[in-house]
């Protein structure tokens, strides 16, 4: 009987022993004759070796530039926004003057003082300005009155000069705002714009005046000299829409009109003509403030 085989086991599988961190430790002392203190500042050396050293600040000459830029730019800012405050308000200014001393505009000024003057004195240098006023025709020469302070002279002293006769009760009635001075159209003509705050008082002021204005203008508008001697009717006329006190020679020519060309408004002139063409300048120098 054949004797049975005992099967052949297969030799097992040699397996590489895992490496550990304490054997590896254990070798090299075994094979260099290191000291555990030694590997262990060998290693210590090694992980310094791989950190990451922080970089160094760059320098502060980068910040002071920048800063320097920043502060130039504010600086540069605060300027430009501090002229172009300073120009508009003197702009502003300037235009509040300009409405505050004319009633209209005007082509050229004229500066006069009235400081001491007298009557005669005063007339003689408005005719003289009406005589040299050369412009083209519609031009206006503003004839700015002023007293000792280089300001505009007060309405009443004015009155008082040109026109002496002038009711006191008429000459309280107007305000602190007026305009004298010369129109250019056929020919250059004298104006006096008043202002008042009391058309009632003004307008009644004006009827009782009316016999003593060929008297009082008689040279600053040229009115011949008969009609301060002698008693001459205003007559009612309209132009323009607007009612005027007219009056005339015996050819029917206009020596002096007046008219209320609103309820606050005055104005004193030779003729229509010059009539027609201030009241068209006055309303548009309104339309366009």
Do not use: C, H
Not at 24 to 46: C, G
Not at 61 to 87: M, Q, W
Not at 131 to 159: C, E, G, K, M, R
Not at 180 to 190: A, K, M, P, R
Request: proline share 5%; glycine share 4%; aromatic share 10%.
């Amino acid at each position: 009987m054949p004797e049975d085989k005992i099967p052949e086991t297969s030799p097992k599988p040699q397996f590489k022993s895992l490496r550990t961190y304490k054997g590896d430790v254990e070798e090299a002392i075994t094979k260099n004759n290191y000291s555990t203190s030694s590997i262990f500042l060998a290693e210590q050396k090694k992980k310094d070796s791989t950190l990451i050293v922080p970089q160094k600040p760059e320098s502060g000459a980068r910040n002071k530039f920048f800063i320097l830029v920043g502060g130039i730019l504010l600086l540069l800012g605060i300027v430009t926004l501090a002229s172009i405050f300073f120009l508009k308000s003197n702009q502003k200014e300037v235009v509040i003057k300009s409405e505050a001393k004319t009633i209209t505009t005007f082509s050229k000024e004229k500066i006069l003082p009235i400081v001491n003057v007298s009557r005669d004195n005063l007339i003689g240098s408005i005719l003289s300005e009406k005589q040299s006023f050369n412009l083209p025709v519609n031009s206006l020469l503003y004839i700015n009155t002023i007293n000792a302070s280089s300001t505009p002279a007060d309405v009443s002293f004015l009155l008082s000069i040109l026109a002496p006769s002038m009711p006191p009760s008429l000459v309280r009635s107007f305000d602190a705002d007026y305009m004298l001075g010369i129109y250019s159209f056929d020919t250059n003509e004298v104006f006096l714009i008043l202002r008042t705050s009391d058309y009632a008082s003004s307008f009644a002021g004006m009827l009782k005046w009316e016999e003593n204005i060929p008297s009082d203008f008689v040279r600053l508008f040229s009115i011949p000299e008969n009609y301060s001697t002698t008693t001459r009717v205003f007559k009612d006329e309209s132009l323009k829409n607007k009612d005027l006190r007219v009056l005339k020679d015996e050819s029917g020519k206009s020596v002096i009109l007046y008219s209320f060309i609103d309820r606050n408004t005055l104005l004193i002139t030779k003729n229509e003509s010059i009539f027609g063409a201030i009241l068209s300048k006055y309303f548009i120098s309104k339309q366009t403030r």
